[in-house]
């Protein structure tokens, strides 16, 4: 009953594998650490550093650990990154998936959950999106993870395994014990930046974009606490595990936030204002990516139980702090005080 994590040295595995370790799930991580860290892998969880597209060694991996189920995050992330270099994208996030899953078939894996994204429905017409909604992504990255998803959906049908793919919109925050976060230095995503930039890690911030067709012009999004989208997938896995169908969700908490309220709630939660320009829009970014949730709460009976702005904006400005308490060599932050965040001001 070893569930294998691809990708597990990196932001949002790292946290899936604190998430099944507190549950009492043995784990075994799998990872090339090309923007993952070792120690984000506790101690006591094994870490075989590799390929997920070296058959031989995942099918050593999963005979090694008696794998019966894999939650796959490994992959490319980055997608303006994905216009420039889309063959290195359909080779890491499609082409080693495909290798993966076939030596998941050949290994008698029973579940198989994979991290896919709001990109794959690309410039929405509508918002909330739900998961009917056409899937038309506008950037090798989200096509990258839709054929993923397709090869997913017509291997289980043929092979008996059951799957989730769960659609991630903004995944941000930390493990409010601080042992887990976003520690890739050159992360693009608004709210490290904005966390950096408090701490003045960076001069400013930039806002890409105040000419969209939403209320204050900037663009909105659905940010996911990171611990809470791990929840998620736990339950993902005990709804296959208990004989659940395959499925295809949503995660996000169904209601957005614009770069200008992210911005002031990083300011507002810090305590520490910082200077930000104005800059021009970002290449395929759509004015408003929000969550459908009925599905993920009525499949999986998910309840997000940390969705506020200033929460998630609270444990990413204090996983900053710990990265540059770990780089000056000082002591690390106490894990959170609970009542800190059942006290912050809800955003918005
Ligand atoms: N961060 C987000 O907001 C977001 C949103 C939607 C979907 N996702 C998806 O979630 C997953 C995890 O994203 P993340 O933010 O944690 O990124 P990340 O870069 O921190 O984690 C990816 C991990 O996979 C490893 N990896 C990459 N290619 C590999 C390979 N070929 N073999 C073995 N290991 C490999 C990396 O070393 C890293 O540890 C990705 O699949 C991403 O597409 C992320
Ligand atoms: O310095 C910055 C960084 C970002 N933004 C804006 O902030 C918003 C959020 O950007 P970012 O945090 O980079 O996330 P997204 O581009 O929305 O993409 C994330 O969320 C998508 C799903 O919604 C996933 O598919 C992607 O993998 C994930 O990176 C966008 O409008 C950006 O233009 C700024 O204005 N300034």
Known sequence: MTVLVTGGAGYIGSHMVLALR?????VVVLDDLSTGFRDLVPDGVPLVRGD??????????LAGHGVTAIVHFAGSIVVPDSVKDPLGYYLNNTVKSRALLAAAVAGGVKHFIFSSTAAVYGEPETSPIDETAATAP?????ASKLMTEWMLRDTAAAHGLT?????????????????AGQSFPRATHLIKLAAQA???ERPYLEIFGEDYPTPDGTC???YVHVSDLARAHLLALEHLEAGGESLVANCGYGRGYS??????????VSGIDFPVLKAARRPGDPAALVAGVTRIG???GFRPALDHLDTIVADALAWEEQLRRRRDGAAPLAPQDESRIAAAPAAG
């Open 22 to 26: 507190d549950a009492g799930r043995a």
């Open 52 to 61: 997920i597209g070296d058959a031989d060694l995942v099918a050593a991996t």
């Open 138 to 142: 506008i950037s090798p990255y989200g």
């Open 163 to 179: 799957y989730a793919a769960l659609r991630y919109f903004n995944v941000a925050g930390a493990d409010p014990q601080r042992r």
């Open 198 to 200: 408090a701490l003045g």
């Open 220 to 222: 909105i999004r659905d």
């Open 259 to 268: 770069v200008r309220e992210v911005i002031a709630a990083v300011k507002r």
């Open 298 to 300: 009525a499949t999986l």
